[in-house]
């Protein structure tokens, strides 16, 4: 299993695993403009995984601002890969690459319906806000607090695991927060 950013001709798989995951209904309607916008910010870290030659999944990390906090976007796994861990080392691994700020670092993310016991289960996450898009979907904003602890319990997972995470990868800090 292997972890690396993605490059332009990745963009075509990752958009492939976003609309299988919208046709199982696992992702609601207008947010493919947004995930492409992600896939091509500068600012954000999006990650490819691949299983031999099988792109499997790509989730996005980045800072907001500052190191104290870290937001997750658009973890997906296609769904004839999902239930078999794939997504767990997924959401372990961008964790790993954050860095401890003093125990200050938050990491948010947003999740559908569909998503919310997964980030519970696996991290921690716990919900602090939930909304109705204009489109009448609803989301939940989770929150999960940094600890070295956990920082640590990632790491050791990944480590001990069949993830193979490219050397090279830094969390890039966003500057211009837009709709954050």
Not at 17 to 22: G, M, Q, S, V
Not at 62 to 77: P, R
Not at 112 to 117: A, D, K, M, R
Not at 152 to 169: G, P, R, T
Request: glycine share 8%; aromatic share 8%; with cysteine.
């Amino acid at each position: 299993m292997k972890l690396r950013p993605i490059v332009g001709r990745d963009h075509s798989d990752c958009l492939a695993i976003y609309r299988a995951n919208f046709e199982q209904g696992l992702i609601p309607d207008h947010y493919e403009p947004e995930f492409l916008e992600t896939l091509e910010d500068p600012d954000t870290l999006t990650l490819l995984m691949q299983d031999g030659d099988d792109v499997v999944g790509c989730g996005s990390i980045h800072y907001l601002g500052s190191h104290a906090q870290a937001h997750l976007a658009f973890g997906l796994i296609h769904p004839s890969r999902q239930r078999r861990g794939y997504g767990s080392r997924l959401l372990v691994a961008r964790i790993a690459l954050l860095r401890e700020n003093h125990g200050n670092t938050t990491v948010t993310l947003c999740a559908t319906e569909n998503s919310v016991g997964f980030y519970e289960k696996v991290v921690g996450f716990h919900q602090f806000s939930r909304e109705t898009d204009k489109h009448g979907n609803r989301f939940h904003w989770l929150e999960l607090h940094l600890t070295r602890e956990l920082l640590k319990m990632s790491q050791d997972c990944i480590d001990n695991s069949d993830v193979e995470l490219a050397s090279d990868l830094a969390v890039p800090v966003k500057r211009d927060l837009g709709d954050f």
